[in-house]
């Protein structure tokens, strides 16, 4: 697939940006200043990336307990992300949300959610809705292989089926939910052939590939916004980090992780790129270094934010 420069560029720089936003959410936690816990999406970069490039602003994604990505990848802003990951009031749910509750409606990121398997069925309810307002839009909805034994899969993803709702199904297969091995859990060895079961296409990628991603994704979106119905994407990959922050992952052979960080997103992109001479070493280092200013620039939004006031706990709560 011939994508433009700009918009090549413009991947590399999103992947760089989420990569560096989740060393410096770690950084930030090793220093006391996240309450609760992190599920960082560093090594997954090319899916978010790789899918929400072919979104319009006002196409919707769902997300998941591992969604700062996501959020980047949709274009939230990284200063009210992280506000939101350390608390604070300027954070996109005044900080009383945190690093799995962040939603910023403006972009279409619908929110983020620490129910394994939940955004599914809201998914195919954001789907509904466009095809009753009658407009082109499109949702994208993120879950992991672990979110795929849940039985909200099986009825959102059927639902979306037979109504012929505009959603893209984006399992990010990182082998792991929580310590458990997909193999201990799972008698096949693709998500994606449970699509056989919905009347729905189902692809397995490289999700470590952001132009194979892209071009999966390209394939799902037409055919989500020609109101041709839903597509299953499986996005092979790995989290380099453990399930969450509190999580050494000593379940993971040492080699099979080794053999993951050689087959980095971020590490393999840039070297297609500099192949393709889309870049050259000297706008590589200038790239990342724009993008750790930026991370910069929002940590320090975050901790200089004021904390939300004890009487604000009761605004904005629906009972
Ligand atoms: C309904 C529900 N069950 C269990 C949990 C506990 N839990 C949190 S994350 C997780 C694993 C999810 O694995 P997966 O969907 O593959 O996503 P990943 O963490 O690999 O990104 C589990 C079991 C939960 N939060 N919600």
Redesign the pocket.
Known sequence: MNLEKEKLLEMYRKMLEIRHFEEKAFELYGQNLVPGTL?LYAGQEAVAVGVCANLRKDDYITS???GHGHCIAKGAQLDRIMAEILGKKTGYCKGKGGSMHIADFSVGMLGAT?????GIPIASGAGLSIKLRGTDQVVACF?????SN?GTFHEGINMAAIWTLPVVFVC?N?L???GTRQTNVMLIENVAERAVAYGIPGVTVDGNDVLAVYEAAHEAVKRARESRGPTLIECKTY?HKG?SRFDPATYRPKEEVEEWLKKDSVQRFKAKLLEMKILTETEVDKIEQDVIAAVEKAAKFAIDSPCPAPEEALEDVCA
């Open positions: 599920h998941t307990h591992r620490a129910v394994v398997g939940a879950f992991g292989e672990g979110a849940q990010e990182n792991y939910a929580m989290r399930h």
